[in-house]
């Protein structure tokens, strides 16, 4: 039987990952029985966030149009895009190792790399304010982070599950591959 299951997967930084991210996620269709883009986000090269939440939404109206139950995965900084953008037509959001929850502060460094990352964590704030986010959210996260830490990587109200795995980019790597089942057994759980 096939599933209705599409993952919308929303990168973090990095940019220059894109091209892996999207081969590993061409595998998914194949291994679990889902279907799987990349939405690109562009970070170190546009500056202003608008456009990066159109393209996610773009992607989820295409996705409902096409009848499919709508999960968005949010990696790192993409989390907090994928928390901000419209998600009343998708089923659940998952964050990996995500910029998850407002209390984070982005330092400088971060906000020269990618403009559009404090103005998302500041969206993340308003809708944490105002009780906004949407209810069906699962934080993933390693065991130790070394770039979102803990208590930044988990939404409010999300489920938290633990990766057993140190680091950030590993974490995310061992996500998008060889612990990509967990992810998507969670993705299509109802």
Known sequence: MRTNTHIIYIPGLGDKYDNLRSKALKWWPRLHDVTAE?????????????????????A??????????????GESAGAAIALISDSSEVKKILTICGVA???????????????ALKPAVDGLRKREAAGTLPKNIHSFRAAF?????????VAQGATEHVLWIVGH??????????????????????
């Open 38 to 58: 990349l939405v690109s986000m562009n970070w170190s090269t546009e500056v202003e966030l608008q456009p990066k939440i159109q393209r996610v939404e773009v």
């Open 60 to 73: 989820i109206r295409r996705a409902v149009v096409d009848g499919k139950d709508v999960v968005l995965i």
């Open 101 to 115: 929850n407002g209390a984070i502060q982005i330092g400088d460094g971060y906000a020269k790399r990618a403009a």
């Open 145 to 153: 982070d070394e770039v979102v830490y803990k208590k930044h990587s």
């Open 169 to 190: 980019m590993i974490t995310i790597f061992m996500a998008l591959t060889l612990l990509s089942s967990i992810l998507v057994i969670e993705a299509k759980d109802d």
